[in-house]
T-cell receptor
Framework: DQQVKQNSPSLSVQEGRISILNCDYTNSMFDYFLWYKKYPAEGPTFLIS?????DKNEDGRFTVFLNKSAKHLSLHIVPSQPGDSAVYFC???????????FGTGTSLTVIP | KAGVTQTPRYLIKTRGQQVTLSCSPI?????VSWYQQTPGQGLQFLFE???????NKGNFPGRFSGRQFSNSRSEMNVSTLELGDSALYLC????????????FGPGTRLTVL
């Protein structure tokens, strides 16, 4: 049972435009969320996180939005750059455990 | 500071064999988690070790096991390999586990023939 879902396997965006990656979760106990970026042949690298006490967190070009009532989070990348082309995973954890649940990933392609 | 290292990077085995994968965490990190990545399944959590103790375990059969040594290095073992075990196995280390940011290694690509 996939508790964290990324329903878009791929996304293409023009350079300079906004990229929006979406993630839905089913477990209302999740209170901490992360986004990872993964290049081919490399492990995922941490991008940005958000806890459930906030609804927005910004770090440079990256902003994560959390809508707890909808159990939905999104990652906005503005402006998108070709180097952002990678697979993006969202992950969630509950306060009761050390386990992170990952989505299946969205492959972002930024077209120059 | 050196990152998380995993050995070997690539491995080819046949069905029924067993395999051991190794992970060296970032110096000072005491938590090591293992994940399996397959197309369409994303990253599936296997288990997490902290100070040589397994703290959490995912929903994988008993053929998947692990351990952690006193220097925080961790090994993962898969016995009686099946074709479906072909995957990228990633380990991630963090300082204390919990909601600490995890730092991933490059992974071991296992192919079972």
């Amino acid at each position: 049972d996939q508790q964290v879902k990324q329903n878009s396997p791929s996304l293409s965006v023009q350079e300079g435009r906004i990229s929006i990656l979406n993630c839905d979760y089913t477990n209302s106990m999740f209170d901490y969320f992360l986004w990872y970026k993964k290049y081919p042949a490399e492990g995922p690298t941490f991008l940005i996180s958000i806890s459930s006490i906030k609804d927005k967190n910004e770090d440079g070009r990256f902003t994560v939005f959390l809508n707890k009532s909808a159990k939905h989070l999104s990652l906005h990348i503005v402006p998108s750059q070709p180097g952002d082309s990678a697979v993006y995973f969202c992950a969630a954890s509950a306060p009761t455990g050390n386990q992170f649940y990952f989505g299946t990933g969205t492959s972002l392609t930024v077209i120059p | 500071k050196a990152g998380v290292t995993q050995t070997p990077r690539y491995l080819i085995k046949t069905r029924g064999q067993q395999v051991t994968l190794s992970c060296s965490p970032i110096s000072g990190h005491r938590s090591v988690s293992w994940y399996q990545q397959t197309p369409g399944q994303g990253l599936q959590f296997l288990f997490e070790y902290f100070s040589e103790t397994q703290r959490n375990k995912g929903n994988f059969p008993g053929r998947f096991s692990g351990r952690q040594f006193s220097n925080s290095r961790s090994e993962m073992n898969v016995s009686t390999l099946e074709l479906g075990d072909s995957a990228l196995y990633l380990c991630a280390s963090s300082l204390l586990g919990d909601t600490d940011t995890q730092y991933f290694g490059p992974g071991t690509r296992l192919t079972v023939l």
